[in-house]
């Protein structure tokens, strides 16, 4: 959209919010960060951050606010678009016809114009206002006093943060986006350290952020995924600290990450836990301490012995696997796979070497006991994994029959799947196929006729969801339509319109009327009313034969539903949309 006539295609009650919030002056510390990219933040309830991109010709590339309005667009972005308009106009309006535009000097070139003497005496001054300026300067000098408790300034930087943005002992959702963006300036401080290869600091930040953030993702609503995304960044931070560290360092390391992994948390929250496993086993290798991780990984499969699910025991038994491999112990880690193989992922490494070494027959053999093993604990992903391998064993021997077999299965067994259908149907000629999909179209018909219909069980219904994809990888669409007009849902229907209105517009049309109709009473709420307008105005611009039909019922829509506020405004937007767009 143009940031001149941004008004036009934006839902009128989110346009007027946000008015409302530019007027107010809501809007605060707008500016260009970088050509084109604009942030500010808008402050109300709560402060958040909008950031737009404009390109030079005047058009909205982008947008992000990180409010948890869940819709396309909230009036934090509009509030900012109204003043961003109006910040470019008063620039155009203030500067001189023909006058070159002056350029703000660059950030580097505006430090170089300063003396050391001015900038100390800002530094000192604004300190004095800006206490969280202040210890960041501290933090980022650290090293130049030998004094300095480092780790106390990292704690309360941290605490700080984290209560600033805590509401009776918990972190809202609008509110974790914000900390994991302080969390991150914390972060970058570490990263500093690191390329002055100040690999002690650098590690004590890491170590003791790591276990200031982790409790705070137990009671604050991560449904965005920052806090996550800031505690993997402490973790991603230690590992590449750690690697370069020295030899004395990494046993620091490697003993604060036995502590820490002693915790359930670590685990139960992400993948927090088996990240920082494997940094732990790199470290014990590095220092020639296996055993250490061994007697480590023992407790941590003993502890797992009572999970439902075996994903913990797996990969511990699988890192201490590798670990022995690396560490030139091969019959001790070969008899370790061999104990577990009743685990899933142990026994796919198993067959995974087989595979590659030519034994299939072997291969077999352990998944024929693993689909066993998968059937009794009742587990059909894991007997599905199994059968994809065997069907991968049957292509590597050219076994035809078990193809046909397993891709049959896998193409129209489960949900229908187009590799798996065109797999199945490449192992056949052109002739054969014919007779062997004619075949299974009039299965899956005898099968649909011969069971009862019932409320939960539509007897069209299935057999369009089961036959459908079939007509259309075929190109069948006349049989398609015959099936498809036989459905009363409208949204069932359009799941096929795109196969469908350019060779039937007007059966589709002849369709589409009434169920329209019938979907105009039933909506009842704004995000109905919106849902109802996409569909109205994608078969307008599909089925252009039909345009004055539905032209005839939006306007019978307004007559009846007039009592109806929401549903007439998603309308009124809707027939604007058409007549800017044209007929």
């Keep these: 959209m143009e940031l001149s006539s941004f008004e036009k295609q934006i839902n009128s009650t989110i346009l007027q919010r946000g008015k409302v919030y530019y007027q107010k002056g809501h809007v605060e510390s707008l500016e260009e960060t970088e050509d084109g990219v604009w942030s500010a933040a808008v402050t109300g309830s709560d402060d958040y951050f909008v950031e737009i991109g404009i390109s030079k010709k005047g058009f909205v590339n982008n947008y992000e606010c990180d409010c948890p309005f869940d819709s396309d667009l909230c009036k934090h972005v509009v509030a900012v678009l109204y003043a961003i308009r109006d910040e470019k106009t008063i620039a155009l309006e203030a500067a001189p016809k023909n006058a070159k535009k002056k350029t703000k000097l660059s950030f580097q070139k505006l430090l170089d114009n300063i003396s050391t003497d001015e900038l100390k005496a800002f530094i000192v001054q604004y300190s004095k206002k800006n206490k969280s300026f202040k210890s960041d300067f501290e933090l980022f000098f650290a090293e130049k006093d030998e004094n300095f408790d480092i780790e106390k300034q990292i704690k309360d930087q941290i605490r700080k943060a984290i209560k600033t943005y805590s509401k009776h002992e918990f972190i809202d959702y609008g509110s974790s986006g914000k900390l994991a963006r302080e969390l991150e300036k914390i972060l970058m401080q570490g990263q500093y350290y690191l ?58 390391i490697a003993t604060y990450l036995n502590k820490e ?100 027959e072997e291969a077999k053999e352990l998944l024929a006991e693993g689909i066993r093993l998968a059937e009794e604990a009742q587990h059909p992903g894991i007997i599905r994994d199994w059968e994809e391998i065997l069907l991968h064993i049957a292509v590597l021997e050219n076994d035809i029959q078990m193809v046909r077999f397993f891709t049959e299965k896998f193409a129209i067994g489960y949900s229908f799947n187009s590799h798996y259908y065109n797999q199945w149907k490449n192992t056949y000629t052109p002739k054969e196929w014919k007779s062997i999909i004619n075949n299974k179209i009039n299965s899956i018909r005898a099968k649909a006729t011969g069971e009862k219909s019932s409320y939960w069980k539509n007897q069209d219904y299935w057999l369009l969801n089961e036959i459908g994809p079939i007509y259309i990888e075929e190109n069948m669409f006349d049989k398609l339509l015959a099936i498809v007009q036989r459905q009363t849902d409208l949204e069932t229907i359009l799941n096929y319109h795109d196969h469908l209105y350019k060779l039937y517009p007007s059966q589709l049309m002849n369709l589409y009327s009434p169920l329209l109709d019938q979907q105009a009473e039933s909506a009842n709420k704004r995000s109905a009313y919106q849902r109802f307008m996409d569909i109205v105005f994608a078969i307008f611009k599909d089925i252009p034969s039909g345009r004055e039909t539905l032209l005839a019922q939006m306007l019978h829509w307004k007559m009846i539903y007039r009592h109806r506020p929401a549903m007439m405004e998603e309308l009124t937007n809707i027939m604007d949309k058409i007549n800017v767009q044209g007929r």
């Design 195 to 252: 390329s002055q290869k100040n690999f002690l600091y650098g590690s004590l930040l890491c170590m003791i952020y790591i276990q200031e953030v982790m409790p705070v993702i137990t009671y604050a609503d991560d449904s965005n995924g920052y806090l996550g995304d800031a505690i993997d960044s402490g973790i991603s931070l230690l590992t590449d600290i750690a690697v370069q560290s020295p030899v004395d360092l990494k046993q620091k």
């Design 261 to 360: 992994l002693q915790q359930d948390l670590y685990f139960d929250y992400g993948n927090f836990g088996y990240d920082m496993t494997d940094l732990y086993a790199q470290l014990c290798l590095d220092l020639s301490k296996i055993d250490d991780f061994m007697n480590f990984a023992d407790a941590a499969i003993y502890k797992a012995r009572l999970d439902h699910y075996d994903y913990r025991s797996s990969f511990f038994i699988q890192i201490k696997a590798s670990i022995l491999q690396n560490g030139n112990r091969i019959e001790e880690a070969q008899q370790l796979m061999e104990q577990q193989i009743h685990l899933p992922k142990v026994r796919k490494i198993q067959v995974e070497k087989a595979i590659e070494n030519g034994r299939f």
